[in-house]
Structures are given as C-alpha cells and as structure tokens.
C-alpha cells in the first residue's frame, strides 16, 4: 500500500486541474494524436487517474494506469466513466519492467517524479528514448512554500519538510524538490526538445479543508525528521490553524517529446 488514500487524492485534484500549465498539457496531447488513431498513453503512479481525468475523455485514448497500490486502482474504476479503454496494471516502480510502457506513445505522470531517485530518472528516461515515446510529467513539487501572513518559524519549518522531501519513499533517495531539473536535464542529454512551466497551487481560505489537510501532513514529515523541537512544531501549529492563510506551493511541469 502506498500510503496515498482517496480522500488526499480527491481534495488535491481540483487544486492540481487548477494549476497544470495549459499549454504544456495541449501540446502532451496534440503529440498523442499526431501519431495516428487510437494511442496508447501510460500513466505511472496513476492513483486513482487524476491525469486521464485533466486530458479528458476523447473516445479515442488508449489508458494503462499503473500503479502499485491495488486500493487506488479499484478507486479508479468509478472515477472514469466516459474513459472506455482503461487497462489497469499493479506494478511497482522500484523494479520497472519495459512491458509497463510497451506500445505507448506517450508515458505521463503527476505528483510522482518528487518520489522518484535519479536512478528511475534515468530508467525512464533510457526505457522511453529507445522507444521515442513522449513524457509528460506535471506537477513536481519544487521546494517552495509561502504563507501570507509571515509566521516565526516558516523557515525552519519548510527546511526540515524539503529535507524529509528528499528521503527514500520507497523509489531511493527520492529527488524531492530537483526533480523537474532531473528530469529536463535526463531529456535533453538523450537528444529531446524539453518544455517546463510552473504549476503552483495558490490555496485561500477557499480551500480550507485542501489546507488543512496539506498542513496536517506537512507538520508530520516535519516531526519525523526530529529537526524542529516538539514545541516550535507545536506552536507553529497553533498558529497556522487559527490564522487566515494564503499559501503557495511551488510545483513544475515537464514536457519532454523527442525530436522528429
Ligand atoms: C502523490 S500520488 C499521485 C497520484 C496521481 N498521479 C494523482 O496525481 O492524483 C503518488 C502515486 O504514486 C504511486 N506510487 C508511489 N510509489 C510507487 C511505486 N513504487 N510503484 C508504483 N506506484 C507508486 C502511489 O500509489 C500514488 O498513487
């Protein structure tokens, strides 16, 4: 099990629709289609199919989700109606076989590249440009985190998060907030033309339960770190749940296609 529950991945998606860069995803899919009826597009670390559900249905996408988590899988079933030809594949990622993006023409990805090591970088990069599939990976977590109104101890707060960001989730040490650079730069030196775009969440009290919510995690990965005393932890906390909050954080998309 991942770890991942519906409930997070529910609350995220429309905050995620929100921040896709819309050029970047149009362009994904006119390279889908341009390579003739019926392509086939594989999306790793699917979840429940959050991506499928951003390109929209088209009667004409071939989908394979993949993920590892057999829960989210199932939970994808009644999510995708209108979305005819969905394959679902359990495969874990830590040991991608290349039967994963057989046949694709186009691998996607979203909030999964921040988990990944240079090492799947690498992997992915090397599966997909021997086979000249295009990748389109949105929404890589890039390190940034503001709040409006400033509060003691952001900075600390968001240092301990980023390096719990950078800790093995299961993929090796995982990349954390490099992985946009990773991923451009294991693009371009295997010869593709590599696009990225920010996709930042700008949450307001609009989104109180989605704040909430990401608070509530980020204050977790900061105490397993054991890098902000308990009681600053606290305190911070406290004062986080009872202000009116504005934040940002901070993600990327990357569109790597290789060269005609
Ligand atoms: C942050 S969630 C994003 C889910 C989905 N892409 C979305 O945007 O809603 C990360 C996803 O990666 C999957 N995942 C994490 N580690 C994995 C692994 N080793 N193999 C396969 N899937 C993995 C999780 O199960 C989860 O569905």
Request: glycine share 8%; net charge negative.
């Amino acid at each position: 099990m991942s770890g991942f529950d519906t409930t997070w991945l529910d609350l995220r998606e429309p905050a995620d629709h929100a921040a896709r860069d819309a050029d970047l995803l149009e362009t994904a899919r006119k390279f889908l289609h341009a390579g003739g009826p019926s392509p086939l597009a594989v999306d790793l670390g699917s979840g429940t199919g959050s991506t499928l559900r951003a390109f929209g249905p088209d009667g004409q996408t071939r989908w394979r989700l993949v993920d590892y988590d057999p829960r989210l899988l199932e939970a994808a079933v009644s999510r995708l109606e209108g979305f005819p030809q969905v394959e679902r594949m359990e495969a874990d990622l830590a040991h991608l076989d290349p039967a994963v993006v057989a046949d694709a023409r186009l691998v996607t990805a979203s909030a999964l590249f921040d988990l990944a090591s240079q090492e799947l970088v690498e992997r992915v990069a090397d599966l997909l440009a021997e086979r000249k599939i295009g990748l389109y990976a949105a929404l890589n977590y890039d390190g940034v985190n503001r709040w409006e109104p400033l509060a003691d101890g952001d900075d600390e707060m968001l240092a301990a998060f980023n390096a719990h960001q950078a800790t093995d989730k299961g993929l090796g040490t995982a990349l954390g907030p490099q992985a946009a650079e990773a991923l451009r730069a294991a693009f371009e030196r295997r010869g593709y033309e590599v696009r990225v775009a920010p996709s930042p969440w700008r949450l307001d009290d609009g989104q109180r339960a989605l704040e909430t919510a990401l608070r509530d995690g980020f204050v977790a990965a900061v105490r397993e770190t054991g890098r902000v005393e308990a009681r600053r932890i606290d305190a911070w906390q406290a004062a986080r749940s009872t202000q009116l909050v504005r934040s940002h954080v901070g993600h990327w998309d990357v569109l790597a296609l290789p060269k005609a």
